[in-house]
C-alpha cells in the first residue's frame, strides 16, 4: 500500500433499510481533500451536522457501531468504514439521510463494488501511522475476549471465534498483506443466534433485518408453531431450517462467521483515523472491545506524541554530505546549521544536525546551562526546507530562500549539546512562483522538541 493518501474517483451511492432502525436511507460518499479524514454528515438534520469518524466519537456499541458528536449520530458504521479503510479510502465525506447506514445484504460487497467502480485517487499528503513499538492487550476475560497486537512493520490480523457453538464450531480467519479484500472478507455476512432475534426484536432493533441480510444460527430444533412466528416477524412465508441456519442454504465460506468478525475488525479499528503497522490476534472480538481497544491505542499515541516519519542510518550514504550542502546554500560557519541530508522525495526531505558543545551560540546561551536557541531550531528547519526546494532549480547556489513567515511554532524540548537534532520537512503544496508552505518538525530521538509552519520564497541572487 502507498504512503500517500487516497480518495475516491467519483462518489457513490446506496439505498437500503437500516438494520435496526427499518428506515429507507439513501447514503453518497464523495471525495474528498487531503487530511479530511472520513467524515459523515447527516443531511437530514438542520445545519446539516458531521460528526469523524473516530473511536472518541463511539458512543455505542451494542449491536454495531455508532459515532456521536452534537446532533449528529450514525450507526452500523462498521460495513462501509471497513470497505473504504481496508481497500486504501483516506479521505472521504459521507452524506446520510438517517441515523443509520443501510445494511445492504448484511456484507460489505456492494460497497467494494462501488469503490472499485470508481476507483481510488492518489493525493501528495503522506499517510499518518502508528508503528507498534510493543504488545498492547486489550481483554475481558470473563467472556474470553482479548485482543493483542504486537509490533510489525506492515499491517496482519487473526481471529479466532468459539461461542459454545455446535454449528458454528471455532473458527479462524486471517487477513494479511497481499490478501484480496473484496473477495476473501468483503462478501461475508452479519449473523445473529435465533434465540437473539426474540430479544433483539423486543427490544425494538432489528426492524430492517431479515434472513436476506443476516444469518441465523439454530443451535437447538424448532417446532412449527416457533417456525410460523419466524414467519411473521420476517414477513416470510417459506421460513426453514436447513443445516443450522434460518434459510441460509449455502455459506459464502465455510467460516463465514469468522470472516464477517474481521470485516467488522477491520472497519472498527479504522476509527483510529491513521494506518496502524502491527499484528493483530483477536479471540471472540465485537465492537465493544474493537473500540475500547482503539480509544486504549489511541490514548498511548496522544501519551507518545508526534514520532519521526523517518529513520537516520548514519552508516548509509547520505543525500547530501556537508560538501554538497555547502554547495547549495549560501550559509558559512558559524549559521550552517544542517550537517547532512538523509532522505529526500518528492514532497519531504530529512536531515540531521549533531549539536555540540563548539557550537559558538553556546557561549553566552547559557554559558551555566547550554540550550541551543529557538530561532536556530527555526532557522535549521528552513535551511533543511531550502535545501528541498533548491534541489528543483537547475544551479541552486544562484539562489537563496528568505522567510515570508513563520506560523504554529511550538518548542516541546531544549536540544542540548550531545543531542542528534533529526529534522523533518513535508511540502504542503507544489511550489508556485518561487512560494514555497512547508511543514517542519525537529526531533531528539522519538521526541518532539519543535514544530513549524514555515512559507518561505526562492530568490535568484543579484
Known amino acids: 500500500m502507498s504512503d500517500r493518501q487516497n480518495t475516491l474517483g467519483a462518489s457513490i451511492s446506496f439505498t437500503g433499510k437500516g438494520l435496526h432502525t427499518g428506515l429507507q436511507v439513501e447514503m453518497t460518499v464523495h471525495p474528498a481533500p487531503e487530511n479530511h479524514g472520513i ?9 446539516e451536522p458531521t460528526v469523524e469518524a473516530l473511536c472518541d466519537n463511539v458512543t455505542d456499541t451494542s449491536r454495531g457501531t455508532t459515532i456521536e458528536r452534537g446532533k449528529a449520530r450514525v450507526s452500523t458504521i462498521e460495513h462501509i468504514m471497513s470497505a473504504l479503510w481496508t481497500l486504501g479510502v483516506d479521505n472521504a465525506l459521507v452524506d446520510i439521510n438517517a441515523p443509520e447506514t443501510p445494511i445492504m445484504d448484511g456484507s460489505a460487497r456492494e460497497y467494494v463494488a462501488e469503490i472499485a467502480r470508481v476507483g481510488v485517487v492518489e493525493q501528495k499528503a503522506l499517510r499518518n501511522y502508528y508503528e507498534v513499538t510493543e504488545k ?53 455476512r452479519t449473523f445473529v443466534f435465533l434465540h ?89 472480538p465485537g465492537h465493544y472491545a474493537n473500540t475500547e481497544f482503539m480509544k486504549q491505542i489511541y490514548k498511548t499515541i496522544r501519551q507518545e506524541g ?40 518528492e514532497n519531504s526531505i530529512a536531515s540531521v544536525k549533531q549539536v555540540t558543545i563548539n557550537e ?37 547556489s544562484q539562489y537563496s530562500t528568505y522567510f515570508l513567515r513563520i506560523d504554529n511554532v511550538r518548542f516541546k524540548r531544549k536540544i542540548v549539546p550531545g543531542d542528534t537534532m533529526q529534522i523533518e520537512c513535508l511540502l504542503l503544496e507544489p511550489v508556485r512562483r518561487g512560494l514555497a508552505n512547508v511543514e517542519c518538525r525537529a526531533f531528539v530521538g522519538d521526541t518532539l522538541a519543535c514544530e513549524a509552519t514555515i512559507m518561505a520564497q526562492i530568490v535568484k541572487n543579484k
Not at 213 to 240: G, M
Not at 316 to 339: E, G, Q
Not at 362 to 376: I, K, S, T, Y
Request: net charge negative.
Open 39 to 47: 467524515i459523515f454528515r447527516r443531511v437530514d438534520l438542520e445545519g
Open 360 to 396: 559558538p551560540f553556546f557561549q553566552g546561551h547559557f554559558p551555566n546551562e547550554p540550550v541551543m536557541p529557538g530561532v536556530l531550531i527555526v532557522e535549521a528547519m528552513a535551511q533543511t526546507s531550502g535545501l528541498h526546494v533548491l534541489s528543483q532549480v537547475e544551479d541552486p
Open 136 to 188: 498492547q492487550v486489550f481483554a475481558i476475560p470473563e467472556k474470553g475476549v482479548m485482543l493483542a497486537i504486537y509490533p510489525n512493520e506492515e499491517f496482519s490480523a487473526s481471529v479466532h471465534i468459539d461461542f459454545n457453538s455446535k454449528v458454528i464450531g471455532n473458527q479462524y480467519a486471517t487477513f494479511v498483506p497481499g490478501d484480496n479484500y473484496s473477495e476473501k472478507i468483503a462478501p461475508c
Open 306 to 345: 508526534v514520532k519521526p516519519r523517518f529513520k537516520y542510518d548514519c552508516r548509509k550514504a547520505p543525500v547530501y554530505d556537508i560538501n554538497a550542502i555547502r554547495s547549495m546554500l549560501p550559509h558559512r560557519f558559524p549559521f550552517i546549521l544542517v550537517d547532512r541530508v538523509f532522505h529526500m522525495d
Open 196 to 284: 437473539e432475534v426474540e430479544m433483539l426484536a423486543a427490544a425494538g432493533l432489528i426492524k430492517g433485518g431479515d434472513v436476506d441480510n443476516a444469518i441465523v444460527v439454530v443451535e437447538n430444533p424448532v417446532s412449527d408453531e416457533q417456525l410460523q412466528h419466524l414467519s411473521a416477524l420476517f414477513n416470510k412465508r417459506d421460513i426453514r431450517v436447513t443445516g443450522g441456519y434460518l434459510n441460509n442454504l449455502e455459506l459464502r465460506f465455510q467460516n463465514e462467521m469468522a470472516r464477517h468478525k474481521l470485516l467488522d475488525l477491520l472497519g472498527d479499528f479504522a476509527l483510529l483515523g491513521r494506518r496502524i503497522k502491527g499484528a493483530v490476534f483477536a479471540m471472540r
